[in-house]
């Protein structure tokens, strides 16, 4: 059974700092991962989709990176600014002979920039 | 602008009866999905529906049902069946093709 585990469960860093998220998934036989920002109260908002045969992503001040043989993805926030406060969320699509797009969900990194 | 609507953004039910989600895209997407979340949990998967007149049971779908009449709707159903429906309720869909999951904004149930 795939699970996902986003640690830390809460970060606090100084306005302008560089940061890293963690994402670790128990299964490699995944389709891609994908990254998302949750506002408090809000739906959630795509950030970047990595295909499984590419190592990463970017998208200005963010850069997924995906490692499936070591069940590993990281989320790099460049000069951090109080407006990306949020929780960020991965989620792993299953590998599965069909379309079906399902996605396990970590349960999220809350993080507070510090202006 | 294209995206997905969620209503109504509030939503209070009494015990025992049954409530309707609505959830409305005009992403032209084939696929889409529910998820219930839960205070320190993860999104969980209730229904799915990959074409109209199709859907699928999820990972938590007893208590719900659904239908998918139309490309852009697919409409979630909270019965008096379910236990413990207090939750955040999130619609998605998705291009076939390109496979990114987009998300409406959500309805937040509450059981009084």
């Known amino acids: 059974k795939q699970e996902v585990t986003q640690i830390p469960a809460a970060l606090s860093v100084p306005e302008g700092e560089n940061l890293v998220l963690n994402c670790s998934f128990t299964?490699?036989?995944?389709?891609?991962l994908q990254w998302f920002r949750q506002d408090p109260g809000k739906g959630l908002t795509s950030l970047l989709l990595?295909?499984?045969?590419?190592r990463e992503q970017t998208s200005g001040r963010l850069n997924a990176s995906l490692d499936k043989s070591s069940g590993r993805s990281t989320l790099y926030i460049a000069a951090s600014q109080p407006g990306d406060s949020a929780t960020y969320l991965c989620a792993v699509e299953r590998l599965s002979g069909g379309a079906t797009n399902k996605l396990i969900f970590g349960t999220g990194t809350l993080l507070a920039v510090q202006p | 602008d294209g995206g997905i609507t969620q209503s109504p953004k509030y939503l209070f039910r009494k015990e025992g009866q049954n409530v309707t989600l609505s959830c409305e895209q005009n992403?032209?997407?084939?696929?889409m999905y529910w998820y219930r979340q839960d205070p320190g949990q993860g999104l969980r998967l209730i229904y799915y529906s990959q074409i109209v007149n199709d859907f699928q049971k999820g990972d938590i779908a007893e208590g719900y049902s659904v239908s998918r009449e139309k490309k852009e709707s697919f409409p979630l159903t909270v019965t008096s069946a379910q236990k413990n429906p207090t939750a955040f309720y999130l619609c998605?869909?998705?291009?076939?093709?390109?496979?990114?999951?987009?998300f409406g904004p959500g309805t937040r149930l509450t059981v009084l």
């Open positions: 299964d490699s036989a995944i389709y891609n």
């Open positions: 990595i295909q499984s045969s590419q």
């Open positions: 998605a869909s998705t291009n076939r093709y390109y496979n990114e999951q987009f």
């Open positions: 992403l032209n997407h084939d696929a």
